[in-house]
């Protein structure tokens, strides 16, 4: 991969990107008391109100029972409810209790909310580019793994 006017590769921007939103999901975490694996979780159903559990394991590439461990530790501190799915009553739906824009969960995606801004500030052009590239990238770089 070629250098850009910084001299980093895009694939040492992507990293250190990826390393900056780590840290700042870590010091977040550490804060709120929760770990790591409960944090991707909790974000996860954040985006996706309703997800069965099936989903959330798929996700975080867990067995049935470290889900169901994972999803009584967060109904447990309130962080989620379970409800009967209406349309299948063998199936759970998992949605989030807490709203991720008041403190102090909103520390959880305040680095992504900053993100989002200087996106937003930038050429709106190079942003659309920069994406579709990435998009394209990383679809190559997942369908090679086996």
């Not at 500030?121 to 369908?143: H, I, P, R």
């Amino acid at each position: 991969m070629g250098n850009d006017a910084t001299g980093l590769t895009l694939g040492q921007a992507l990293r250190r990107y990826v390393d900056a939103r780590n840290t700042a999901l870590s010091a977040a975490r550490a804060s709120l008391g929760i770990s790591d694996t409960d944090a991707r979780a909790l974000l996860f159903v954040i985006d996706n109100p309703g997800t069965r559990p099936t989903a959330l394991r798929e996700y975080l590439g867990m067995t049935s029972a470290g889900v169901t461990t994972l999803i009584d530790r967060l109904v447990g501190r309130s962080l989620v409810r379970r409800d009967v799915d209406p349309d299948d009553r063998r199936v759970n739906r998992i949605t989030a209790t807490i709203d991720i824009d008041e403190d102090p969960w909103s520390a959880l995606n305040r680095f992504d909310q900053d993100f989002d801004l200087a996106v937003g500030a930038a050429d709106q052009a190079l942003v659309g580019s920069s994406a579709a590239l990435l998009e394209s990238l990383t679809a190559a770089t997942v369908g090679t793994r086996r």
